[in-house]
């Protein structure tokens, strides 16, 4: 059955980092690209980072470029999201998504159940 659980989430101040860490099971992880998406309170999920099946590829939102960086370790099944310089708007329910696609949250198949990131001012 396949599983991505993530870890790492937490409260932080404004301008410190964090690391999230998604470890999947069940599905040949090299094989898929891999997303972070968010979601803040009342909101909708949007996406955050993706990154290619081999790590070469990375893509991100507008919003998070020049501080986040997301990466992977396919011998760990295992990708990441470095966040840093966090901002009091980078509040929300993180998760990461398994599938074939970069920011669109239609073309990821598999979820992980979110890490609550809260960044205080």
């Known amino acids: 059955q396949v599983q991505l659980v993530e870890s790492g989430g937490g409260l932080v101040q404004a301008g410190g980092s964090l690391r999230l860490s998604c470890a999947a099971s069940?599905?040949?992880?090299?094989?898929?690209?891999m997303g972070w998406f968010r979601q803040a309170p009342g909101k909708e999920r949007v996406f955050v980072g993706g990154i290619s099946w081999s790590g070469l590829s990375t893509y991100y939102a507008d919003s998070v470029k020049g501080r986040f960086t997301i990466s992977r370790d396919n011998a760990k099944n295992t990708v990441y999201l470095q966040m840093n310089s966090l901002k009091p708007e980078d509040t929300a329910v993180y998760y990461c998504a398994a599938g074939r696609g970069y920011d669109s949250a239609g073309l990821y198949t598999y979820w992980g159940q979110g890490t609550q990131v809260t960044v205080s001012s």
């Open positions: 069940g599905l040949t992880f090299n094989s898929y690209a």
